[in-house]
């Protein structure tokens, strides 16, 4: 089991910056890839950044490519996403999300671990 725990959610203006932290227990060193989703209401949870075990590779969804930077410390066993240029349209509940198997498509939502979400709010 993986238990997630996420901090950093909070209220910015747009144009400024938070940074998210999801802190992994329990079987962290086993996992492959570790993901931040978000869901704004009455819209479907997508897509933002994963990164795999060793960080080397990362992913972004269009809409915060150059924006946004996943990064890992896996001596902490944490993932960080650093985010910049907040838009109210970035407005909705994070989710950190992780998983063991090394064959997961890091874009979709097929990840068995899920953090309790964190808000953030990008006030216009």
């Known amino acids: 089991q993986v238990r997630l725990v996420e901090s950093g959610g909070g209220l910015v203006q747009a144009g400024g910056s938070l940074r998210l932290s999801c802190a992994a227990s329990?079987?962290?060193?086993?996992?492959?890839?570790m993901g931040w989703f978000r869901q704004a209401p009455g819209k479907e949870r997508e897509f933002v950044a994963a990164i795999t075990r060793s960080g080397g590779n990362t992913y972004y969804a269009d809409s915060v490519k150059g924006r946004f930077t996943i990064s890992r410390d896996s001596s902490k066993n944490t993932v960080y996403l650093q985010m910049n240029s907040l838009k109210p349209e970035d407005t909705a509940v994070y989710y950190c999300?992780?998983?063991?198997?090394?064959?997961?498509?890091?874009?979709?939502?097929?990840?068995?671990?899920w953090g309790q979400g964190t808000q953030v709010t990008v006030s216009s």
């Open positions: 999300a992780a998983d063991l198997d090394p064959l997961l498509i890091v874009r979709t939502r097929g990840y068995h671990y």
């Open positions: 329990g079987r962290a060193a086993s996992i492959y890839a």
